[in-house]
């Protein structure tokens, strides 16, 4: 069952879960399980996630844009379609490029750090595309 931040019950469209200002130029829809959190984010043309590491494995897939994604010391270009796996604890960074870039990401254990995340003003997601 659901419970969490963004979440209201067991449905929702992602564009009525509250965007979160995760970093500067990098915000969050997030759909909270008990010990699972599924972020859909949205970085900004020519954005940079700083490095960092947290005690969450993190999965995901690039859904539209292309990343430079630094994992412990590898690097590698992610395109649509690509996907990454970091265990807990292990350094890592993303850059983006000029058109930015959506990933669809799960956290576990479940990010309850972000429950003090930045609210922004409602907007539509960029993914998926309206129409």
């Not at 008990?34 to 590491?53: K, M």
């Not at 990933?103 to 309206?130: G, H, I, K, T, Y």
């Amino acid at each position: 069952m659901m419970t969490g931040m963004s979440s209201p019950g067991p449905f929702a469209d992602l564009s009525g879960l509250d965007a979160q200002r995760i970093w500067e130029g990098v915000t969050g829809r997030v759909v909270e399980g008990e010990r699972v959190t599924l972020a859909v984010i949205e970085l900004d043309p020519d954005s940079v996630v700083p490095e960092h590491h947290h005690e969450n494995e993190q999965v995901g897939v690039l859904v539209s844009g292309l990343l430079e994604f630094r994992i412990g010391d590898e690097t590698r270009r992610v395109e649509p379609g690509g996907t990454w796996c970091i265990p807990a604890h292990v350094p890592h960074e993303v850059r983006t490029e000029s058109e930015g870039a959506v990933a669809v990401e799960v956290f576990a254990p479940a990010r309850s750090d972000w429950a003090a995340l930045e609210r922004l003003e409602p907007r539509a997601p960029r993914w998926p595309a309206a129409g």
